[in-house]
């Protein structure tokens, strides 16, 4: 008895109401010696997922994710005429495109492929910025705590040389960091959202999809493409997340404001996107020749032999073929993802600080 109450006391709230009870066979009077009983409890699940769910990280991560899907949900007509002209199907003017689409494939047509991308731009988002936050105060945090010791010297001879992290913008190594982690992840969606989006006739479906690439190419099939994604995503995902960080501390300061309100936020994140599509839109051509190119039954080895494929059949102004529609895409998908992150972010994580 002794035993068993004391057992009682030590009952915690964080724990579930799941015991397991073990009685020892023993010859005993009932009514004068009770049954010797162990209680066992096991962590309440659900407790400590709320507790996940109340981070900082979560919230930026479930910013994310609505922040894409929304944003994908109005622009994927454009996502899909960007498409078509950098892989050089149909016309090679932006109205042009339209109209084939919409004549052959109807309105509907415009979204083609934007189940796939939805399921793809969800998780993607929800990584990239994710990942973004987390690298960016890890950094940041690292070098404080750099700067507030003595640097690490190495002596050469006379020669000293000192280490010191402060040279590295925390802003560009989370960029980085963020596109490739979103990318290793979630490439295999990339594949399928354009092989839906080119040829939606050859791949009516997302299974059917999956079962012919697979066929075709194995797992190395939904890969498709990896190496020149990975080096297009450095420059741009670095210089888009740079942009948007210095430009916002920088107009701030400028202005005296602790914050932007919805419209700076749009125009700032248009112009980081425009800024860092620039810079890599020729690595995004070759990317896009080797993921689509086994439609046309020509795919180039890799990324060199695609930009030398480029160059040779339409000189050095096909590297920016669809440099306008992608801008008129990544113009307004940046604004508006950068819009819908801050205010999701806002709301959930003032939730979280109020809970």
């Given at each position: 008895?002794?035993?068993?109450?004391?057992?009682?006391?030590?009952?915690?709230?964080?724990?579930?109401?799941?015991?397991?009870?073990?009685?020892?066979?023993?010859?005993?009077?009932?009514?004068?010696?009770?049954?010797?009983?162990?209680?066992?409890?096991?962590?309440?699940?659900?407790?400590?997922?709320?507790?996940?769910?109340?981070?900082?990280?979560?919230g930026e991560f479930f910013s994310g994710a609505l922040a894409g899907a929304m944003t994908k949900a109005v622009l994927a007509p454009l996502e899909t005429i960007r498409t078509r002209m950098v892989v050089g199907v149909g016309s090679k003017k932006i109205s042009g495109s339209f109209i084939e689409v919409i004549e052959q494939?109807?309105?509907?047509?415009?979204?083609?492929?934007?189940?796939?991308n939805m399921l793809r731009i969800i998780p993607t988002q929800a990584i990239e910025f994710g990942t973004f936050e987390c690298v960016k105060r890890a950094m940041t945090s690292a070098q404080e705590k750099w700067n507030q010791t003595e640097c690490p010297k190495v002596q050469l001879g006379h020669v000293s040389l000192s280490f010191s992290l402060s040279w590295i913008s925390p802003v560009a190594v989370a960029g980085a960091a963020a596109g490739v982690v979103s990318t290793l992840v979630c490439h295999p969606l990339e594949v399928l959202k354009d092989r839906l989006t080119v040829n939606a006739e050859a791949y009516p479906s997302i299974?059917?999809?999956?079962?012919?690439?697979?066929?075709?190419?194995?797992?190395?099939?939904?890969?498709?493409?990896?190496?020149?994604?990975?080096?297009?995503?450095?420059?741009?995902?670095t210089c888009y997340y740079f942009m948007y960080d210095t430009i916002k501390k920088s107009y701030c300061l400028v202005k005296k404001k602790k914050s932007l309100n919805r419209v700076e936020m749009l125009l700032l994140g248009a112009l980081s996107g425009f800024t860092a599509s620039t810079i890599s839109f020729p690595l995004e051509v070759a990317r896009k020749r080797l993921m689509v190119g086994a439609l046309q039954g020509k795919c180039p080895p890799h990324m060199v032999a695609a930009l030398s494929e480029v160059i040779r059949e339409e000189g050095l102004m096909g590297l920016y073929r669809g440099w306008g529609a992608s801008c008129l895409k990544v113009m307004p998908s940046s604004g508006i993802t950068w819009m819908f992150y801050e205010a999701w972010k806002d709301i959930l994580l003032v939730e979280r600080r109020h809970l």
């Open positions: 008895m002794a035993l068993q109450s004391e057992l009682q006391k030590k009952k915690c709230s964080v724990f579930g109401d799941v015991y397991g009870v073990m009685m020892l066979t023993k010859e005993l009077d009932l009514e004068k010696d009770p049954p010797f009983v162990i209680r066992f409890q096991l962590p309440d699940i659900r407790l400590a997922l709320k507790d996940c769910l109340r981070t900082r990280e979560a494939q109807g309105w509907q047509g415009l979204w083609a492929g934007n189940t796939i299974s059917i999809a999956v079962s012919k690439i697979y066929k075709d190419g194995g797992i190395g099939g939904l890969y498709a493409g990896l190496s020149p994604t990975l080096i297009g995503m450095l420059p741009y995902s």
